[in-house]
């Protein structure tokens, strides 16, 4: 029930392929849409229903194969891996893995990196369905907290606001503090 809107028909395409990429399809896309019309009472002939048909293309599953991190310092290679949320043989999920990457990226920049870099370079095995990740990293240089501005208080002090606030100038970036 309801209207068309084509935008949302998009949307709701790219939704299904990201169902099915969340289930290990990552070939998976629309091959095509076909959009046809029906009475809505044959005898009455008065409004017409619109039929939406979709035909997808699956593809194979794929599974996590092995990650190798590399140009990592600051964290030992075992400690980036056993913060990942998946294991070798698992159905890979693509929403899985940015958000470990993610989860990467969050734990340099609370070390004070945060112009550090991990960037995943894909090695595909379409013989046993296998997608294994080198994950390299640019760690960079820490970063300091140079000056915290305080504006648009009327009320209140800034001392009072700085008095609040977990992190100081002059003290290593943390993304959490900050948050």
């Known amino acids: 029930?309801?209207?068309?809107?084509?935008?949302?028909?998009?949307?709701d395409k790219n939704k299904i392929i990201n169902f099915?990429?969340?289930?290990?399809?990552?070939?998976?896309?629309?091959?095509?849409?076909?959009?046809?019309?029906?009475?809505?009472?044959?005898?009455?002939?008065?409004?017409?229903?619109?039929?939406?048909?979709?035909?997808?293309?699956?593809?194979?599953?794929?599974?996590?194969?092995?990650?190798?991190i590399k140009g990592n310092n600051i964290f030992q290679k075992n400690e980036i891996i056993q913060g990942f949320k998946w294991k070798t043989?698992?159905?890979?999920?693509?929403?899985?893995?940015?958000?470990?990457?993610?989860?990467?990226?969050m734990k340099y920049s609370q070390r004070g990196y945060i112009f550090a870099r991990v960037s995943p370079?894909?090695?595909?095995?379409?013989?046993?369905?296998?997608?294994s990740y080198i994950i390299d990293i640019y760690e960079g240089d820490k970063s300091h907290v140079e000056n915290i501005i305080i504006a648009g208080n009327d009320k209140?002090?800034?001392?009072?606001?700085?008095?609040?606030?977990?992190?100081r100038e002059g003290e290593i970036f943390d993304s959490v503090k900050i948050q």
């Open 1 to 11: 029930k309801g209207t068309y809107n084509a935008s949302k028909f998009e949307e």
């Open 20 to 68: 099915y990429k969340a289930r290990g399809y990552l070939d998976a896309n629309v091959v095509k849409t076909k959009i046809s019309y029906v009475w809505a009472d044959p005898y009455k002939k008065k409004a017409k229903n619109m039929l939406i048909g979709i035909t997808i293309y699956e593809g194979e599953q794929y599974f996590f194969g092995a990650i190798d």
């Open 89 to 105: 043989g698992d159905v890979f999920n693509n929403d899985t893995f940015e958000k470990n990457l993610g989860m990467l990226r």
């Open 121 to 131: 370079i894909r090695k595909l095995n379409k013989e046993n369905n296998q997608i």
């Open 156 to 167: 209140t002090k800034t001392k009072v606001i700085l008095r609040e606030l977990q992190i």
